[in-house]
């Protein structure tokens, strides 16, 4: 989807076939005390996202529980959802900036 230059969009619900009532978004080198903090959870960083710059980390949580995580491999692009906190099923919509 990264790769198609006409996509500016990606529909988050549509790729996610497990159940989640919010996603949060962390840029490259974020480092996992920020990211415990904003999802208000513990999580453990299998990605190492706070030494790399080639991902961006997409946690999920179902009633305040992670319950996914995906490496969004930056293909020369950023990603951003806005000016929201996070993402839910009803406006799930991740931009590609490229």
Same mark, same amino acid.
């Given at each position: 989807?990264? +790769?198609?230059?006409d !996509? &500016?969009?990606i &529909?988050? +619900? =549509? %790729?996610a076939? /497990? ?5 949060? %978004? /962390?840029?490259?080198y974020?480092?996992e005390?920020?990211?415990?903090k904003q999802?208000g959870?513990?999580? $453990?960083?299998?990605? !190492?996202?706070? #030494? ?8 999920? %949580? !179902? $009633?305040?529980?992670v319950?996914?995580y995906?490496?969004? !491999?930056r293909?020369?692009?950023s990603? =951003?959802?806005g $000016?929201k906190d996070?993402l839910s099923p #009803?406006?799930?919509?991740l &931009?590609?900036?490229?």
């Amino acid at each position: 989807m990264v +790769k198609d230059q006409d !996509n &500016k969009v990606i &529909k988050v +619900k =549509s %790729l996610a076939d /497990f159940k989640w009532d919010k996603a949060y %978004l /962390f840029e490259p080198y974020t480092p996992e005390e920020h990211i415990e903090k904003q999802l208000g959870v513990e999580f $453990e960083d299998p990605s !190492n996202i706070r #030494s790399r710059d080639d991902i961006y980390l997409m946690v999920f %949580l !179902n $009633e305040d529980k992670v319950v996914q995580y995906a490496e969004l !491999n930056r293909q020369r692009t950023s990603f =951003s959802i806005g $000016e929201k906190d996070y993402l839910s099923p #009803s406006e799930d919509v991740l &931009k590609i900036e490229r």
